[in-house]
């Protein structure tokens, strides 16, 4: 089992900056990949950013350079740096797990980008 605990989300004003973290516990070591993943209101889920265990990154073309997906080096905190936010940002931001075959969900933060 991975218990995830994400933070960070918060009103911000278009072109400001945002970092996200997501704690994980429980199974850890079972981590293969790490992502962060968006979800606005009327839309499915989508991928922002993921990271490997082997510490490869792949980011959704929508991030356009704006966005860094990182971890810790006790690879039990991920983070999601959120630069130039938009208003087309404003989503429930997740943090997934994905160990030994089972994804795993956090309950999500908010951003809100004002204009």
């Known amino acids: 089992q991975v218990q995830l605990v994400e933070s960070g989300g918060e009103l911000v004003q278009a072109g400001g900056s945002l970092r996200l973290s997501c704690v994980t516990s429980g199974n850890i070591f079972s981590i293969d990949v790490m992502g962060w993943y968006r979800q606005a209101p009327g839309q499915q889920r989508e991928l922002v950013a993921a990271?490997?265990?082997?510490?490869?990154?792949k980011y959704a073309d929508f991030v356009n350079h704006r966005f860094t997906i990182s971890r810790n080096n006790a690879k039990d905190t991920v983070y999601l740096q959120m630069n130039g936010l938009s208003p087309e940002d404003t989503a429930v931001y997740y943090c997934k797990a994905e160990a030994l075959g089972r994804d795993y969900w956090g309950k999500g933060t908010l951003v809100t980008v004002s204009s």
């Open positions: 990271i490997s265990n082997g510490g490869g990154t």
